[in-house]
């Protein structure tokens, strides 16, 4: 079974940067790969996805302080995360799949952005 391995969140004070990495196991590729996040009493939605054919897209909220990226010799999807705000506070989860949302998801990891 697939498993999608993630790192890189943790708290940060307004203004900073976190970076996120996940990597399926087992070397699989996926056509498209993202990031979603889901806040306390939040529905979970669609932060940034990238797919082989380098389309991407990024939540309005994110344009211009997120970049999403893959490096495909380390088969690995990155979420570079500049000018952090304290809305962006939430659960980061990685997704996989033919198309997002895919079926393939990680644990999850706590992004806090403190003011």
């Known amino acids: 079974q697939v498993q999608l391995v993630e790192s890189g969140g943790g708290l940060v004070q307004a203004g900073g940067s976190l970076r996120l990495s996940c990597a399926p196991s087992g070397g699989i590729m996926f056509n498209a790969m993202g990031w979603f996040r889901q806040a306390l009493g939040k529905q979970r939605e669609l932060v940034a996805a990238?797919?082989?054919?380098?389309?991407?897209d990024y939540l309005d909220s994110v344009k211009g302080r997120f970049t999403i990226s893959r490096d495909y010799a380390k088969n690995t999807v990155y979420l570079q995360m500049n000018n952090l705000k304290p809305e962006d506070t939430a659960v980061y989860y990685c997704?996989?799949?033919?198309?997002?949302?895919?079926?393939?998801w990680g644990q999850g990891t706590q992004v806090t952005v403190s003011s």
């Open positions: 990238i797919s082989t054919s380098g389309s991407i």
């Open positions: 997704n996989c799949g033919r198309r997002l949302p895919g079926n393939i």
